[in-house]
């Protein structure tokens, strides 16, 4: 009782922060000096229409190299964390036996699995002209692993091709911040391909090519931690 | 409406906070800090709005010239963008602890794992 006392206390002591910090926000009027810049050089600098996509791929693009340097350490220790229960399993692995998912439930799956894939890859590759990107395609494309798990959670997914996109599309992104620093201004730099026309799928210099790559790995990464989290399902 | 976006967040971080702090079930507490991180994310996505403006895209609607003066300000949304992944990743990391928590233990109760209290 005084347990759950302190606790609405404490709640009530951050709740009254929060509303200080909320009524006291006033919202600017103008872009700050960080903001205008990009506003202002984006689209003769880079190319790209969506300026959030220039800062996390140029501006700021080893900051998201980190990002995704983060979340292939999850994946890993999610893998290695999991990995140990599931050898004890193996020895005493039992053939299981589950319902069969259902006509409606195979077919949908089938159907919706392209699909589902095609839209993230399109979301990937569009992200210099709309709102979506690399981190928003790799999720979409987890979500069509997702679904092939819930809808027969016997299937198998292959480590290796996972790992191997993965490690792939890593190197790839690293290569072409490299290239980056030899042909153009610095790393990371997306002026090695040619800009192109404002506004054209093929535009924005590397930007698609890097989005595409961080797509894939965030895609494979996503993927890897769902299929070490089923794995682990006692069948 | 930036104003309700922020509040909504508050509030979530608070209901986060809350459900953390009360509740005893790993599972539950790692939903209840997967609502406090959309709430954080939604104030910082509120803190970028601006009255009037538009998504930081240049197009048709926004041309180039104008930008300066029509869009808000990308950053946060950028910000946002990288916090939503990594908190999947931590999300997933800690399914993963507690999962392996309830092998050695055999319970998801935070009361039964003292192993590190003093």
Not at chain 1, 78 to 103: I, M
């Amino acid at each position: 009782m005084i347990k759950r006392l302190a606790l609405i206390l404490l709640l009530a002591g951050i709740g009254a922060i929060f509303a200080g910090l909320m009524l006291a926000h006033v919202p600017d009027g103008e872009l700050n000096r960080t903001a205008l810049y990009y506003a202002e050089h984006t689209a003769q600098d880079l190319g790209a229409a969506n300026i959030v996509t220039a800062i996390i791929v140029t501006f700021r693009g080893l900051d998201t190299l980190g990002e995704v340097t983060v979340l292939f350490l999850t994946a890993a220790i999610v893998g290695l964390v999991l990995a140990k229960g599931k050898r004890k399993k193996r020895e005493a692995r039992r053939q299981p036996h589950l319902p069969p998912s259902g006509e409606l439930l195979g077919t949908g799956t089938r159907l919706l699995l392209p699909l589902i894939l095609l839209f993230g890859a399109y979301v990937f590759t569009h992200g210099h002209l709309t709102p979506g990107g690399g981190f928003q395609g790799g999720a979409i494309i987890a979500s069509a692993i997702l679904m092939a798990l819930l809808s027969n959670p016997l299937q198998k997914f292959s480590h290796r091709l996972i790992s191997l996109i993965e490690s792939t599309s890593g190197i790839a992104f690293v290569t072409i911040g490299i290239l980056g620093v030899l042909l153009a201004g610095g790393f990371l730099d997306n002026r090695i391909l040619p800009l192109g026309t404002f506004g054209d799928l093929f535009s924005a210099g590397a930007i698609p090519v890097i989005y595409t790559f961080v797509g894939l790995k965030v895609g494979a990464e996503f993927s890897s931690m769902l299929v070490s989290l089923s794995e682990t399902e006692e069948l | 409406m930036a104003i309700i976006a922020m509040a909504t967040g508050f509030i979530l971080i608070l209901i986060g906070l809350f459900g953390a702090l009360s509740n005893r079930n790993i599972l539950r507490m790692i939903v209840a800090f997967a609502v406090a991180n959309t709430g954080v994310n939604l104030v910082l996505v509120a803190v970028g709005y601006m009255r009037g403006r538009t998504a930081p895209i240049l197009d048709d609607a926004v041309p180039v010239a104008e930008a300066a003066s029509r869009i808000i300000d990308p950053v946060p949304q950028a910000l946002v963008l990288t916090a939503i992944v990594i908190g999947v990743g931590v999300t997933a990391l800690m399914l993963a602890y507690a999962y392996r928590l309830y092998q050695t233990k055999g319970s998801l109760d935070i009361s039964k794992h003292t192993d590190l209290k003093w």
